[in-house]
Structures are given as structure tokens and as C-alpha cells.
């Protein structure tokens, strides 16, 4: 009951702050139609500084807020997109940027998760292989003078330490 409640309360908080933040990239204007398609793409693949998991479409940050105005800005000057990411990631390094290049720097962002999987499929095999059972494996040969020494006395048969019905 309570949890249906605060899910209830935390989806409405939400509906309210999407639109505020969409609001206000909306309010930003541009001499040609196709200069807001171009600030809608840039800021929402540059993240935000600050909030770390946000793009800057999505974030109400002060420095988004900035930073929407900086790219409204070169947008107006007649810079590229090309441009503008490459000052972005000038000014931030390539966090600001969701998707970073392959590089030394950012090696590890790359490599870390494959290893990670190659990591964990090995502990799944190394923890997940059967062990050969404990004690000496008879040869064919010794198997079969067993057999031979079981049938020879069956009086002598092996017991596992129990006496079934002696008193």
C-alpha cells in the first residue's frame, strides 16, 4: 500500500519537471527552423557537467542553462555541430560527451565492460566445473580382478559399516 503510493507520488513529481526543462529549451529562438532541430540534437548528446547523468536538454542546472545559451550562441554565429562539440569537449573533456571517442584516455570506458564479461563467464566456468571425485580411479584391469575377488567370496562382500539384522 505504501509503496503504490510513493510510486503513485514520484511518477507526478516527474510529469511535472519533463515539461519545465523541455519548456525551456523551447523558449530559445533561432532564425531558421532547422537551427533548433540542430540545438535539440547537440543538447542531447552533450551531457551536463554538473549532473553527470543528464544531457543538457534534460538538465535544469545553472551551468546547462549556460551551456544551452553557449551552443544557442555558436549556433547563431554559423558554427558546425562539428565545431561545437569539439569546443564543448575543449572547454570539458570528453565527459561532456555521452558516446566518448576511442582513444588512450578513454581506454578503460571501453575495455572495462569486455573485460568485465570475460571476467565473470570465467568465474561461471571455474566455479561451475565438476570436480573429479574424491579417491583412486580403478584401471579396467584392477575393475575387473574386483569383480573377480567379489564373485570368488560373496560371503566377504564390502559393507558400508551398518549390520543390517545382526544382533
Not at 45 to 51: A, F, M, N, S
Not at 72 to 87: P, R, Y
Not at 119 to 130: H, N, S, V, Y
Request: proline share 5%; net charge negative.
Amino acid at each position: 500500500m505504501v509503496k503504490d503510493v510513493f510510486v503513485a507520488f514520484a511518477i507526478s513529481m516527474l510529469s511535472l519537471v519533463v515539461p519545465i526543462a523541455n519548456a525551456d529549451i523551447k523558449s530559445y529562438e533561432f532564425a531558421q527552423p532547422q537551427m533548433a532541430q540542430r540545438f535539440s540534437d547537440l543538447t542531447t548528446v552533450l551531457r551536463c557537467p554538473k549532473c553527470q547523468n543528464q544531457n543538457l536538454a534534460d538538465s535544469d542546472s545553472i551551468i546547462a542553462k549556460d551551456l544551452r545559451a553557449q551552443i544557442q550562441t555558436l549556433l547563431n554565429d554559423g558554427q558546425s555541430d562539428k565545431q561545437i562539440t569539439d569546443f564543448m569537449v575543449q572547454r570539458y573533456g570528453d565527459f561532456i560527451l555521452y558516446d566518448p571517442p576511442f582513444n588512450q584516455a578513454t581506454l578503460v570506458l571501453w575495455i572495462a565492460p569486455i573485460a568485465m564479461i570475460f571476467i565473470g563467464l570465467w568465474a561461471l566456468w571455474f566455479l561451475g566445473r565438476k570436480t573429479a571425485p574424491q579417491g583412486a580411479m580403478l584401471s579396467l584391469d584392477e575393475q575387473q580382478q574386483l569383480q573377480q575377488l567379489l564373485a570368488d567370496n560373496p560371503q566377504q562382500q564390502p559393507s558400508n559399516g551398518h549390520d543390517h539384522g545382526k544382533d
